[in-house]
């Protein structure tokens, strides 16, 4: 029990604790979500400061169990990584993300991640993996793929087949991509694939092929007024041409792409365009003209610091001073080897400081990681609790059925010995009312036999008179005998009679013996006082049998009935040889066939005391205690109760 | 006068001498009244005086009963018919002991019967053996000494209770199995032998078979069961009877 109460106040601590606990995370829902806003908002800009927001996220987000915050969680430090180039790192976020999803069944939440997980591959050089994240995705991401997903990743698979060299598959790819632009007419769209398609075509040595993909992006770029688009295709198409060998029509075309570009004011574009004209005309040895060219090339450069394309132009300048002006090819080339070196420099800083974040995002990520182990091992303490609450749950569960079924034992053992106590004691009074019923006045039969044998003396003496007489009293006291027996109590009027009656017939056998009274006290109401039938009369008996009949002279019987206090007493008073002579005379023959009336009334008065609640008292003592002769029998019964039958 | 019986009277009660007198006077004719006494002491003095062939002889008699009375007898020479009113231990001795008894009030064709029996024994010799063995049960303590007289066609078999094994009712006869291997048909219900014995360890296991408890060797369950006796006999126990047998054996 102490155990049980234990138990309940754990549980209720329990119960309190994690109340308290998810008031504490309500208040911290939004801040996830701000915080993975502020993730993703600063996940290309600054990726540490990114993944400091992921972290904190993340710390909540564990504390509260919120799987679907956890997984864009993930699906943004994927993205961080990506845009800093840790690769790797991005995979493994985004599989994170994704496996998050597939264990609580809600793919859609790893979309993104599945998406960019090939792109992220194909980024590490990963190609094979990436080939089969991209086909996964497009066959068992979704029935109905939105057409921008589609490009996006069969155009990656196109990219990723061409990075492994695999043309054929690549152009395949591309193609299909191209169908879906063309369906859709995204015109853009349209003339992006077919300039890789053209690419792809130039990496296969197949120039003119390429320049069939760029002729058809140039007139749609010209029908469209696209201009960046026409100077595009015009610029892959002098690429092209460059390959076929055909430099005018290269230049041509470059100079076409150029004027465009100026038009469009994108220096970028004509920097380039002006070191590939200046590559030309240098090939074509017009170095006079390549040399303008390219200056203006190195002037755009300084002015959009633009060191690579200045390096570019440079190193064609000092080509182009070669044969004309040694110096000056050789004062251009030492300025060209020291931009390629601050290059070189730039390079390699960037290197060094991408190098750096690598390490600071995969220290971040190991924190992150471990984090994720942390919750891994809180789940499992988690879920050993669980399971020990869930064991004392049990345990309590089957603490209460036993409980139960002991209350219900209990409770069916009680009905039930309620039951057989009843029983037993409505046997018992069944019993006892059978006893009384066979114990109830009995007329002794001595007396009955006796009294016939008298009658049949009157017929032998011929004294009919006396014959008939004695035989009608005889026959009155059987049938009130028998009348009574049927009843605990009787009327006391029936029991005078019968005492009446009784007496006259004893005195009849025993004249010489005894003289008698029958005394009534006339305040005694004798018509609704009741008592046990035959209670009185084998006290009569015993006094002539017992005493009178042994005395020498006649003695003399009294019996009175009165009322003392609440009481009615009946006192029936002989003078005869009293008790202990009476057992003195007695030989050891007769003792043996000793009367039982009185043991049946005493035996009766104890039934009918106890079952009726009454308390009749018998007093029996000598009349005279000297001599011990006489005998005074006292009985006293109850007059205020009214005994109902 | 030779072949009337000589006869006394005792009885406490004068109503009932009188009445007795007045019906052998009228119907026994064959018997002739001495004297009569109204108790134990007078009864023995007449009896010394007189000599009676027939003593009729009240059992409840204050200050001594019919027992005390022939105790105190040297030699019972005489017959005895018993008149009580009522006494179920006096009339189980006198069925013991086959005595002839008279209840009360008297019928005057019992009483003409009784007298012829007592004439008709008289012929055949042994008078007192009822008496011997009446008083000698009722003076014997230990009642394994007890003896029961069996009256047969031609006079009386005395045996001990101790030596039946068993008795069996056979129509309105009762067949005794004794433990010496004889048997005896006696002309009396086996009910009347029940009243009797069942004091003595007898139980009366089923319809017909009246057993003593003492010889039972075996019980044998069953339905009702079995019982096997010294004797090596097998008596069945009816299923009515079987819980009181066993009861016994507690």
């Not at chain 1, 209350?407 to 409505?426: C, D, G, H, P, V």
């Not at chain 2, 006999?233 to 054996?249: G, I, R």
Request: hydrophobic content about 35%; proline content about 2%.
């Amino acid at each position: 029990m102490k155990k049980g109460v234990y138990i309940v106040f754990v549980l209720t601590g329990l119960c309190i604790s994690t109340y308290s606990q998810s008031k504490l995370t309500r208040n911290k829902v939004s801040g996830i979500s701000e915080l993975l806003d502020s993730a993703e908002v600063y996940s290309k800009k600054d990726a540490v400061k990114a993944y400091n927001f992921i972290e904190e996220a993340l710390e909540l987000i564990i504390q509260n169990d919120d799987k679907g915050n956890e997984i864009r969680a993930y699906s943004i430090l994927g993205d961080i990584n990506f845009f800093s180039e840790q690769y790797d790192l991005s995979t493994e976020n985004y599989i994170k993300a994704i496996s998050l999803a597939e264990k609580i069944n809600k793919n859609n939440l790893s979309y993104d991640s599945r998406k960019k997980l090939g792109v992220a591959f194909k980024a590490n050089n990963d190609y094979d993996k990436a080939i089969f994240y991209f086909n996964s995705f497009l066959t068992h991401t979704a029935k109905n793929l939105p057409n921008n997903d589609i490009v996006f990743i069969k155009t990656h698979l196109a990219e990723t087949y061409e990075l492994k060299g695999e043309y054929a598959l690549a152009e395949q790819t591309y193609k299909e991509v191209l169908s879906i632009e063309q369906s859709r007419n995204n015109r853009e769209g349209i003339m992006l694939i077919q300039d890789r398609l053209a690419n792809i075509n130039l990496q296969q040595n197949n120039p003119a092929g390429a320049i069939q993909y760029y002729e058809k992006s140039e007139r749609m770029a010209e029908e469209s007024s696209d201009k960046r688009s026409l100077a595009n295709a015009l610029r892959g198409k002098s690429a092209a041409l460059k390959k076929q060998n055909k430099p005018e029509e290269e230049l041509s075309a470059r100079q076409q792409a150029l004027d465009i570009n100026e038009e469009l004011d994108d220096v970028e574009a004509q920097n380039e365009d002006l070191v590939e004209i200046g590559k030309i005309y240098v090939e074509q040895k017009q170095e006079e003209k390549a040399i303008p060219v390219l200056q203006r090339s190195i002037t755009l450069s300084d002015e959009t610091k633009n060191i690579t394309q200045k390096k570019e132009a440079l190193y064609t300048l000092s080509k182009a001073y070669e044969r004309s002006d040694i110096a000056k090819a050789f004062s251009t080339y030492k300025e060209f080897v020291k931009v390629n070196d601050s290059i070189n420099s730039i390079r390699e800083q960037e290197l060094l400081s991408r190098l750096e974040l690598a390490t600071s995002l995969n220290r971040k990520q190991q924190r992150i990681d471990l984090l994720e182990k942390d919750k891994e091992l809180n789940d499992k303490t988690i879920e050993l609790l669980m399971q020990d609450q869930t064991m004392q749950e049990e345990f309590i569960k089957n603490q209460k059925r036993t409980i139960y079924f002991l209350i219900i034992i209990l409770f069916i053992l009680s009905i039930s010995s309620i039951f057989i106590l009843r029983s037993a004691k409505q046997k018992r009074l069944a019993n006892q009312l059978l006893a009384l019923k066979s114990l109830r006045s009995q007329m002794n039969p001595h007396f009955i036999f006796n009294a016939l044998n008298s009658v049949n003396s009157y017929i032998a003496k011929k004294d009919e008179l006396s014959a008939n007489r004695y035989l009608s009293d005889f026959a009155f006291l059987m049938r009130s005998v028998m009348e009574n027996s049927k009843h605990d109590f009787i009327p006391l009027t029936d029991e005078i009679k019968i005492i009446d009656l009784y007496l006259k017939l004893e005195h009849e056998r025993f004249k010489e013996k005894f003289d008698y009274q029958f005394v009534v006290d006339e305040n005694i109401n004798t018509e609704s006082f009741q008592i046990p039938p035959m209670l009185i009369q084998p006290y009569i008996e015993n006094a002539v049998w017992h005493g009178l009949r042994y005395k020498e002279e006649k003695g003399f019987l009294t019996v009175e009935l009165k009322p003392v206090d609440k009481n009615l007493q009946i006192i029936i008073i002989d003078n005869g040889i009293g008790r202990k002579r009476s057992n003195e005379i007695k030989t050891k023959n007769q003792q043996q066939n000793n009367s039982t009336g009185i043991k049946n009334i005493e035996s009766r008065l104890k039934i009918i005391n106890e079952v009726h609640r009454l308390g009749i008292q018998i007093d029996v003592s000598d009349l005279d205690l000297e001599n011990h002769s006489g005998t005074i029998v006292s009985i006293l019964v109850p007059m205020q109760k009214k005994i109902t039958q | 006068m030779e072949n009337k019986l000589k006869a006394v009277i005792v009885d406490d009660e004068l109503a009932s001498r009188e009445t007795l007198a007045s019906y052998l006077k009228n119907y026994c004719p064959d018997i002739y009244l001495v004297a009569d006494a109204d108790s134990v002491k007078s009864g023995l003095e007449i009896i010394k005086k007189n000599k009676p062939d027939v003593v009729f002889l009240d059992i409840e008699m204050p200050y001594g009963n019919a027992f005390d009375l022939l105790e105190q007898v040297d030699n019972i020479d005489f017959d005895l018919v018993f008149v009580t009113a009522y006494s179920n231990y006096a009339i189980k001795a006198l069925n013991m002991s086959a005595s002839y008894y008279i209840l009360k009030p008297i019928s005057i064709d019992e009483l003409i019967h009784a007298v012829e029996k007592i004439k008709s024994e008289r012929n055949s010799g042994d008078i007192s053996i009822h008496s011997k063995i009446l008083i000698e049960n009722i003076q014997s303590v230990n009642k394994q000494n007890h003896k029961i007289v069996l009256p047969q066609l031609n006079g009386f078999d005395v045996i001990k209770v101790n030596d039946i094994i068993r008795c069996r009712a056979n129509d309105n006869f009762t067949e005794f199995y004794l433990t010496n291997g004889t048997r005896k048909l006696i002309s009396r219900t086996l009910k009347f032998y029940e009243d009797i014995l069942k004091d003595f360890d007898f139980v009366r296991v089923h319809k017909s078979h009246l057993i003593n408890l003492q010889y039972v060797t075996r019980y044998m369950k069953g339905k009702g069961g079995q019982v096997e006796m010294t004797d090596g006999s097998v008596v069945d126990v009816s299923v009515n009877q079987k819980a009181a047998f066993l009861e016994k054996f507690k």
